[in-house]
């Protein structure tokens, strides 16, 4: 008898908040800080919330990237990925409500491992449909740019 995967799972984190903008995050064994730089009144002991997102976003696309290449039995080797967003910061600054603050963001994946360029478009087809955070990222209106190529 084949054992059913779970479909949906729980996702959990805890954080103990000392300051206004220092957040002593938990999740699963692992502690970090998500915090604001000392010129916004922080202590800059780890990324900010949008500095987060985005490394979430380039981590996230190494693994399904990944996962991706050797389902389709292609060497992508290792990633090097270079994040770079236009934000908007009209809404942290509370000037306005702004309904796509992260207007755009582009990745710049370079492969290590012996791919074609067109086996990269396949692999980089394949994460714009399974990456979560891509998804995310896409469905609230921001522009995604991806330029997957090879060394």
């Known amino acids: 008898m084949a054992i059913k995967m779970k479909t949906t799972v729980a996702l959990k984190a805890a954080a103990h908040c000392p300051s206004h903008s220092r957040a002593n995050i938990s999740i699963r064994d692992i502690d970090f800080a998500i915090?604001?730089?000392?010129?916004?009144?922080?202590?800059?002991?780890?990324?900010?919330?949008?500095?987060?997102?985005?490394?979430?976003?380039?981590?996230?696309?190494?693994v399904i990237g990944h996962k991706c290449a050797k389902a389709l039995s292609i060497d992508i080797g290792e990633l090097t990925i270079n994040a770079s967003c236009d934000f908007d910061r009209r809404g942290v600054t509370l000037a306005e409500e702004i309904?796509?603050?992260?207007?755009?963001?582009?990745?710049?994946?370079?492969?290590?491992?012996?791919?074609?360029?067109?086996?990269?478009?396949?692999?980089?087809?394949?994460?714009a449909k399974y990456c979560p955070l891509s998804k995310l990222f896409r469905q609230s209106g921001t522009q995604v740019e991806e330029n997957w190529r090879t060394t």
């Open 35 to 62: 915090d604001e730089p000392t010129e916004r009144g922080g202590t800059n002991a780890g990324p900010t919330p949008t500095d987060a997102a985005i490394a979430a976003l380039v981590g996230c696309t190494n």
């Open 99 to 127: 309904d796509v603050p992260f207007k755009k963001i582009t990745l710049d994946i370079t492969s290590s491992g012996t791919a074609t360029q067109s086996e990269l478009d396949q692999v980089a087809t394949d994460v």
